[in-house]
């Protein structure tokens, strides 16, 4: 692409570095941005850099926050001895959304993916071995998503805490509710006959 | 969506508000810019901002341009007789792009569209009309897209040139080269079959 402008060329590549936003979407992107009052731009531009300069994480499970400990945290009607292990905030978000969860969560901010160049030191690893250490924590939920690079991460924290007596436990994996059998993926509904429930404890929820 | 920051919900807000990205999307851009180091949100921000508030257009076509008279306009090898209208500065570089156009452009800015409050004096349609009057151009080419909007200006444009002793032509739709026919909707065929050119001009390019 030839662009008549250097300041409009380098707001496209910019804007492409985000992630799923090609050179087309760039360009669509800042020419909307150029038709808006130069407020919008200001406002956009203000928010993303308070948000990146001054934003916190948790100090307990480092999920973002304003504030030193988060509202989940800090709330003593939570049960603290249960911990549930996620990936990032939209995971903590998606939980939350189902009131099924009382517990508190633990954020990783990612998975082991030796590919990528991410290891256990990248992860907030250390600190939940650190909270299974200091006994308040009596189980540990799984909640990554089930690919190679969750599993991964699971064993790995799995055989950290092996050594604290800590319950572990994985998020039930089957077929979604509202599903049609004919149309799951072998490997789900493999795994809901694997690991099916009594039917007795289907009906509590 | 609950967010469990202000600073996160804020930027998202802002983010949603480009065209074509949701509450999600929205999410996963600005969870990636957290992720990146602070440096790649200030070059972000600052190519937007450096942008919005210096760009210049040309003061002549009205194309995006980042001195007074644009490359094109500047140029003394190109037909400043043939002008071209076309709607934004996407459909500059693609005809640019052919290699097949050595005319001057005239941007317009967008299409006259009562439904969105767009009329003929939101648009560049008055400079339009001063350079037909100046004498200077000899033929003005529609090429703006073949939707209700774009005929309705093509025609509005049409009716104020007629004053002036002033060729006025459209680009020619059809059957894009390589298409099979019989995939073709029946508009573009038929309107390429009315349209229809003498064999050996095909020939030339």
């Known amino acids: 692409m030839e662009f008549s402008s250097k300041l409009l060329e380098n707001a496209v590549y ?3 570095q985000l992630p799923g936003v090609g050179k087309r979407t760039a360009l669509r992107l800042v020419l909307h941005l150029l038709r808006q009052p130069e407020s919008q731009t200001h406002h956009l531009t203000e928010a993303l850099n308070t948000m990146r300069d001054t934003i916190k994480f948790c100090k307990k499970c480092h999920n973002i926050s304003d504030v030193e400990l988060c509202e989940i945290c800090s709330n003593p009607n939570r049960d603290a001895s249960l ?4 990936e ?3 995971d903590v978000m998606a939980i939350e959304n189902t009131s099924q969860y009382r ?3 633990h954020v990783l901010g990612g998975k082991i993916s030796p590919l990528d160049g991410v290891g256990p030191q990248d992860l907030n690893i250390y600190s939940l071995i650190d909270k299974a250490k200091s006994g308040e924590v ?3 939920i799984f909640a990554l998503s089930s690919t190679m690079e969750g599993d991964t991460t699971n064993f790995y924290i799995y055989r950290q805490l092996e050594a604290y007596d800590i319950k572990t436990s994985t998020i039930a994996r089957g077929i979604s509710v509202g599903d049609e059998l004919e149309y799951a993926d072998e490997v789900t509904l493999g795994r809901s006959i ?3 429930i009594p039917f007795e404890n289907s009906l509590k929820s």
Chains 1, 2 share one sequence.
């Open 14 to 16: 910019e804007m492409s």
């Open 83 to 86: 911990v549930c292990v996620v």
């Open 88 to 90: 990032d905030v939209r």
């Open 103 to 105: 517990g508190l969560y």
């Open 138 to 140: 009596k189980e540990v």
């Open 194 to 196: 694997l690991h099916r």
